[in-house]
């Protein structure tokens, strides 16, 4: 039994010794952040944080921030990409939409929100 114990403590610690580490994504973001996939080689990131750099989504190009046009204006859930877009979806309506009449589902394509 103290054999298997050994094995056991030694397979795990061979595990967690050989494990990579954690890095810093641009030092974060002021707010949460509820959502993320990956679009055009970039981590899109979807949340609740304001103009740090961008207002609610962002993407990260593994050295900086880029913004995804003025941003949306109230909470992104989340963001996946589709047929070569970016979908984000969220709580933003009426006056706090992206484009127009997106009602909670945004489509950026690389230079404009559509719906």
Excluded at 1 to 17: D, E, H, R, T, V
Excluded at 57 to 74: K, L, P, R
Aim: net charge negative.
């Amino acid at each position: 039994m103290q054999k298997k114990l050994s094995l056991i403590f030694f397979l795990l610690y061979s595990s967690f010794g050989n494990a990579q580490s954690w890095q810093d994504v641009g030092g974060g973001l002021a707010g949460d952040v509820h959502g993320f996939g990956i679009w055009n080689n970039l981590l899109a990131i979807g949340g609740s944080f304001n103009n740090t750099p961008c207002d609610k989504i962002a993407g990260w190009d593994s050295s900086a921030y880029v913004c995804f046009g003025a941003g949306i204006d109230i909470v992104v859930r989340d963001v996946i990409s589709f047929e070569g877009d970016l979908i984000a979806v969220g709580d933003f309506w009426n006056v706090s939409q992206p484009c127009t009449d997106c009602n909670g589902v945004a489509r950026w394509n690389g230079t404009t929100w559509t719906n």
